[in-house]
């Protein structure tokens, strides 16, 4: 239905456009000279159709009022190097002589503006899912690790509910911890870490030097608030003075709803 609706407003917009066209430029010649190439006729059909659109946005109405209906329009047809007579002559020659043409026209400026809408629509799910994200720490955790600290360690406050927790891990062979694995605990924010810790079960990693992505379920109850704290990258061995070798990357931790 959105598709439709998308390409019923773009044919509509141009037979304004045509329309214009045939209303001003009657006494012009239909042939194909001083025709606008059928390339930039598509960038053109194009901007005039994101300009119109960007106008009826209140914010940018007030901030640029066109001085006539056609500002606009001519605006972006010399922007290419064209005038608005040359335009007119274009579209009423489609239109009059040659509309499967005006059609294929009308079909790759819908293409492009679906493009461009996905490509939108693309950056604003990235933004909103890298402002949802709960993880602040290093992306990638890399060992060996040039400060050589723990940058797998975590603390973060968190509301109870339900949370996944994704990344992407390879463990190297030459890794020398043992039981390697995920270690996740959380306590009420009012108890300042002195209350009672409640661990979540662990999960164990494949340490084959290829690269796997661990989606974890997370559910957490209790008060208004918690602290979550925990390590990505555990293990037993101890003194932690081993060879580590292993990269942590793509780490989310996003608040969901199911």
Not at 26 to 41: G, V
Not at 148 to 175: A, E, N, Q, V, W
Not at 204 to 226: A, E, Q, R, S
């Amino acid at each position: 239905m959105k598709r439709f609706m998308s390409r019923f407003k773009l044919f509509t917009f141009i037979l304004l456009l045509v329309t214009t066209a045939s209303c001003s430029s009657r006494k012009n010649k239909l042939d194909r000279s001083s025709l606008i190439p059928e390339q930039d006729m598509i960038s053109i059909i194009k901007d005039i159709y994101l300009a119109n659109g960007l106008l009826n946005l209140p914010d940018v109405h007030h901030w640029y009022v066109p001085p006539d209906s056609l500002s606009t329009y001519r605006d972006v047809i010399g922007k290419y190097g064209y005038t608005k007579d040359a335009m007119d002559r274009t579209l009423k020659f489609y239109f009059v002589k040659d509309p499967k043409e005006l059609v294929k026209i009308y079909d790759q400026v819908l293409g492009q503006l679906s493009a461009l809408d996905s490509r939108v629509e693309k950056a604003l799910n990235q933004e909103e899912a890298k402002a949802a994200n709960y993880w602040k720490g290093d992306d990638p955790v890399l060992y060996p690790a040039m400060d050589k600290g723990d940058s797998s360690y975590f603390s973060i406050i968190i509301k109870p509910g339900l949370y996944t927790f994704t990344y992407t891990m390879t463990l190297y062979p030459d890794d020398c911890s043992f039981n390697p694995r995920l270690s996740l605990w959380y306590f009420n924010r009012d108890s300042a870490g002195t209350g009672k810790r409640y661990f979540i079960p662990t999960l164990h990693y494949v340490k084959d030097g290829l690269p796997h992505t661990y989606v974890n379920k997370i559910i957490i109850p209790g008060k208004p608030f918690v602290i979550l704290r925990g390590h990505i990258y555990n293990y037993d061995n101890y003194p932690a003075s081993f060879h580590k070798h292993l990269r942590i990357e793509k780490i989310t931790f996003l608040h969901t709803t199911n």
